[in-house]
């Protein structure tokens, strides 16, 4: 994805305040080199940081002319508007080493013999796993296959299949469950369907004999 920024002089309280009046975001891009200060249209990165790969992908960053690639590392938002305060990014290249979070696409659920066969309830402990790798390694997403998923089971971390150079970040845990299979009770299996049109029949007849009574 690549993106346009500006590199911004003036810092301090009062030139951000002044930035986010006129609808820009100040931001800082670091790592190799010297730090720089930005600033980018907040509603272009508003709806760019919707997109799931916008938090996990490589981007293009052009500045003053010249691409960069760049990871989102961090951003601030107000508290209760839908406002953009403050935006981070780092600099890579293919030999960066990274540590950052991707999400989990869980696919092929609904074929899974615990589901198709067996009616369970499927839980998604986690969605998103931190990895590391170089920068060039990184990828937009996991994914996550449940096609072959059977009751009583549990997928856990070590059932990825993940890229030479690519590994998990557990933080001591080991091997942490990613998916597990439930049974469902017997009050949500014996549960009706809910009756909607029943009443209105019963208010349509309900007119019907008013009206018989009246002639």
Do not use: W
Request: charged share 25%; net charge positive.
């Amino acid at each position: 994805m690549k993106f346009v920024a500006f590199e911004r002089t003036l810092q301090g309280t009062g030139a951000s305040r002044r930035l986010r009046n006129a609808q820009k975001v100040p931001g800082i891009v670091y790592g190799a080199g010297e730090p720089k200060m930005i600033e980018l249209d907040h509603n272009a990165l508003f709806f760019a940081l919707k997109k799931e790969a916008f938090h996990s992908k490589i981007l293009e960053m052009e500045l003053n002319g010249q691409s960069e690639q760049v990871l989102l590392r961090d951003y601030q938002m107000h508290a209760f508007r839908p406002i953009v305060l403050h935006i981070d990014f780092q600099r890579v290249d293919s030999t960066t080493k990274v540590t950052k979070r991707v999400p989990l696409h869980f696919v092929n659920e609904e074929q899974s013999p615990a589901v198709k066969t067996d009616k369970c309830l499927v839980n998604h402990v986690v969605t998103e796993l931190l990895i590391q790798c170089l920068a060039s390694q990184l990828p937009e997403f996991l994914t996550v296959d449940l096609s072959n998923l059977t009751k009583g089971q549990s997928l856990h971390v070590d059932d990825l299949k993940l890229a030479d150079g690519i590994k998990v970040v557990t933080h001591g845990k080991k091997n942490p469950v990613m998916v597990s299979v439930s049974m469902l009770s017997a009050e949500e299996e014996a549960a009706p369907a809910p009756v909607v049109a029943a009443p209105a029949a019963k208010a349509a007849k309900g007119k019907k004999d008013e009206k018989q009574n009246r002639k």
